[in-house]
């Protein structure tokens, strides 16, 4: 009897622990301080000639694309800093940085509660919706193609990861672009949801940098990381 009790129990402390350990967003910022409606243009229409021009690209992308760009692009469809690491190094792994990836988790959080009101507001095809010529090869989405999310969230993560190692600012930012762009490569955005993504990301990077919240937050995920990577102090903070 007492086996069957602990069992029941058991059982159903693990129902009601699994909506717990669903992970919470925590963004540093939302769609209430950034309007997108008053930042961008809306999205080029469907049948105007900057789309037409847009998904020629598309198709000459996916013409030429590779195996390995195909790949590229798949494994850069994860919003997540460790896209980083080819160009971080080895020492740059999340179970070393404990500070860093929740940091930067928040910082990936804000990108979506920015972005993904304006994608509904907006409501642009994706271009495999548009025109089945159009062979994705990344994971489908059907939410709003303006701005693009990957993009915006790309720019972000460079622009604060190069700012917390600014000795790989070009090496950096020359990866957000990769990130941004293979989501044109992938199949399922146009080229001005990836520019106006850019703009959106260095939006909200500069919005970042004036709360006090992000800036404590900041200062200790960079010390995290530049003791990690042994690159001692950032030589700008005794400027």
Known sequence: MRKFIASLLLLSFVACAGPVLAREENPFITSKEIDLVKLLPPPPANDSPQTKAELSEILALQ???????????QADATEDIWRFADVMGVKFKRDQLPLFAMFFQRVVDSEGAVVDTYKDVWKRPRPFMYSDLVKPVVKLSRSGAYPSGHATAGTLM??????????????????????????????????????????????????????????????????????????????????
């Open 63 to 73: 013409a030429a694309r590779t195996p390995e760009m195909a790949a590229r692009s």
């Open 158 to 239: 460079g622009i604060v990861l190069s700012n917390m190692v600014p000795e790989k600012r070009a090496e950096i930012m020359a990866r957000a672009a990769e990130y941004a762009n293979n989501r044109i490569v992938g199949g399922v955005h146009y080229r001005s949801d990836i520019e106006t993504g850019r703009i959106t990301g260095t939006v909200i990077a500069a919005r970042l940098q004036a709360r006090d919240d992000f800036n404590s937050a900041f200062d200790a995920a960079k010390k995290e990381l530049r003791g990690v990577l042994e690159l001692g102090a950032d030589p700008a903070d005794n400027r």
